[in-house]
């Protein structure tokens, strides 16, 4: 038996949780050897002291045969087989490839240890520590409270220096506790491991709130009266399918994504938006799922339903939380990990010149992780969770930078949805330069250059695999970071050469498109919309950074060259901390400007004439006469 889990997956790359790479190094050299000769993959790491295998892999492989065939590894690697042992995925619970720093551990949403030992053991230590002079208490018992409380410091730093040889950030944590409290400083460590269990359980707090709130917003009720082909029938919820037309009436919440074909009514979209403020909606508008209905009525045909609805999307997002992916975290996550050994060699060296040992480990308080860590998660989740409410559904954090940094984009134009002069302004007016593939004549192709203001070698007529590749493979030689727009399956070539893949929702699942970027809607202005809020988010995230480090670099300083209160240490690192994650970094990110763009969702269709006000939810209302 080998235990494993899915714990991350997306286009092209997902990370297995394997128990046994914590203890077994020739098992781990087994297994990256059995995944490396596998065609398909394109990288593999592991990451012992976390038990992970993260592998990249060609995103034309459905994934489910790639995760299948890396089970297949898994298995080998230990002398099994497949046959003897079933295969389980489950949804992922936190997408967070970083370093083991407990601080970052203790303030995820795993909750690693009972609320008892993470604030229950910390606050006991800070009473103890502020009381020790006052009552004369015996140093023994606070020094034990406190190393009590920062027990999981401890084990974390003697964990990574067993497995993987090499300190930690946590050694640095560790060190810095051990020796305050062991030369009779005891307020400065027992507020530091007080002040981080706060914010762990603050966090949780929010967390649970959001959830409930969530929760509020499913709709409830055993089915919905629709009308389908003409005929009205009650429905469950999972039934309901694009196309079906039924009715909402005050005191309701709107349970799809949808547009309304008929009344007036004021809605309070408070649970998409986080604005309270009621709104009128009538015919012609989009509604969208969690809606509650404040007065009047409407009838409002499906667009979407279930999973693919704007609301569900953001709730998948917040669960699985991809925000890790990133070059900014995998940057901090690096600089952490090498940085340990020069600041253990940094207090050697200023101990050996003042002798002083509160100023030869004020260094050990540098934030090299934590602290940027958790305002990386909160402000790029928000980040994800605003553009889906907007309408572009972005798979994870990595796609989000990506966007961000996107100067050119190649649209393959789909016969069936021609481009407009407004949607390609509104993308040139962010400074983005534009490429499109259409199949036209040359005459076709001097009206479109004029049309859409655009080169002549901007707007190109060969339209095969090859030649998508070719284009985006021409603009990456020139140092472009780009973004390829596609709709079908020979797009993929061309998804896998560009910075980024872009698609339209369409029908079926969204979260199972191959694209990095889910427009969903049929209109590219939206797109400009979702590229300025990436950009927002990543001036917000730089913001944090500086927030953090900055002051800490000052404090740290301070407490060398003039011998600073380790206490102001603390307090600083924690309030920016605070600041970053919960101020700065879950205030709402709203891009500099909003192009406005159409929504729509159908063709137009006949609509029904409204309901009677006695209109029943279990009984099926008089079938309407058709309004045409």
């Avoid at 997306?10 to 781990?28: I, K, N, Q, S």
């Avoid at 269990?197 to 409830?220: F, I, N, Y």
């Avoid at 940094?346 to 090299?368: E, K, N, R």
């Avoid at 001097?446 to 284009?471: C, F, M, N, P, Y």
Wanted: net charge negative.
């Amino acid at each position: 038996m080998i235990d494993y889990k899915l714990v991350h997956a997306t286009v092209g790359r997902f990370r297995f949780r394997v128990d046994r790479l914590l203890r077994d190094r020739e098992y781990a050299s087994k297994l990256i050897a059995l995944v490396q000769a596998m065609q398909f993959v394109s990288e593999v790491r592991i990451n012992p002291a976390a038990a992970a295998l993260v592998v990249h892999y060609q995103p034309t492989v459905p994934p489910d045969l790639a995760q299948s065939e890396c089970v297949q590894c898994i298995l080998r690697a230990a002398g099994l087989n497949l046959s003897t042992e079933p295969v389980h995925f489950v949804t992922p619970e936190v997408d967070a490839e970083t370093q083991s720093d407990w601080e970052a551990e203790v303030e995820s949403p795993l909750q690693p240890e009972p609320e008892w030992q993470r604030l229950g053991l910390p606050l006991f230590g800070l009473s103890l520590a502020l009381l020790a002079a006052p009552l004369e208490l015996p140093p023994l018992l606070v020094g034990a409270a406190i190393f009590g409380a920062a027990l999981p410091w401890f084990g974390r730093a003697t964990d990574h220096l067993a497995t993987q040889r090499s300190p930690s950030v946590d050694l640095l944590d560790s060190l810095w506790i051990g020796l305050h409290t062991l030369n009779g400083q005891f307020v400065a460590p027992a507020l530091k491991t007080t002040l981080v269990g706060a914010r762990a359980e603050l966090r949780d707090q929010t967390t649970s709130l959001r959830q409930q709130e969530e929760q509020a917003l499913v709709p409830v009720g055993t089915g919905l009266w629709v009308e389908r082909q003409g005929k009205i029938q009650r429905l469950a919820l999972l039934q309901v399918q694009p196309g079906d037309r039924f009715f909402v009436k005050a005191g309701e919440t709107v349970p799809v994504d949808g547009q309304i074909l008929a009344g007036t009514a004021v809605v309070n979209q408070q649970g998409l938006t986080g604005d309270p403020t009621p709104l009128p909606r009538t015919a012609g508008q989009p509604i969208y799922a969690a809606t509650q209905i404040v007065s009047g009525q409407l009838q409002i045909c499906v667009g979407r339903t279930g999973e693919n609805t704007r609301v569900a999307l953001a709730a998948r997002l917040r669960e699985q939380e991809p925000v890790y992916d990133t070059q900014i975290a995998h940057f901090q996550s690096e600089f952490a990990r090498t940085a340990v050994v020069p600041t253990l060699l940094l207090a050697t060296t200023i101990f050996a010149f003042t002798g002083v040992y509160s100023a030869a480990i004020a260094p050990f308080q540098l934030d090299f992780g934590s602290g940027i860590q958790l305002s990386l998660r909160t402000v790029l989740l928000s980040a994800l969770t605003q553009s889906v409410l907007q309408g572009i559904y972005i798979r994870s954090a990595g796609a989000l930078e990506a966007l961000a940094q996107v100067d050119t984009i190649v649209l393959d134009q789909p016969p069936d949805t021609p481009l407009t002069a407004t949607a390609i302004a509104s993308l040139r007016s962010i400074g983005l330069d534009m490429h499109v593939l259409t199949p036209v004549s040359a005459v076709e192709r001097q009206r479109l250059s004029q049309q859409w203001g655009l080169a002549l070698d901007q707007i190109h007529t060969e339209v095969s695999a090859a030649a998508k590749v070719a284009i985006v493979t021409l603009l990456h030689n020139r140092q472009r970071q780009v973004a390829f727009w596609g709709m079908g399956i020979e797009d993929f070539p061309a998804f896998t050469q560009a910075t980024l893949s872009l698609t339209c929702a369409g029908g079926g699942n969204v979260s199972h498109k191959a694209a990095d970027v889910v427009l969903l809607e049929e209109d590219l202005r939206g797109l400009a919309q979702a590229i300025l809020l990436c950009r927002k988010a990543l001036q917000v995230v730089y913001q944090n950074a500086a927030l953090i480090v900055i002051p800490n670099l000052v404090v740290v300083a301070g407490a060398v060259f003039w011998g600073l209160n380790p206490v102001v240490n603390v307090v600083t690192n924690n309030t920016t901390a605070f600041i970053a994650e919960f101020l700065n970094g879950s205030r709402p990110i709203v891009p500099p400007s909003r192009p406005e763009f159409p929504h729509s969702l159908t063709s137009p269709v006949p609509i029904l004439s409204l309901p009677p006000d006695n209109f029943s939810e279990t009984e099926p209302p008089v079938q309407p006469a058709l309004v045409l």
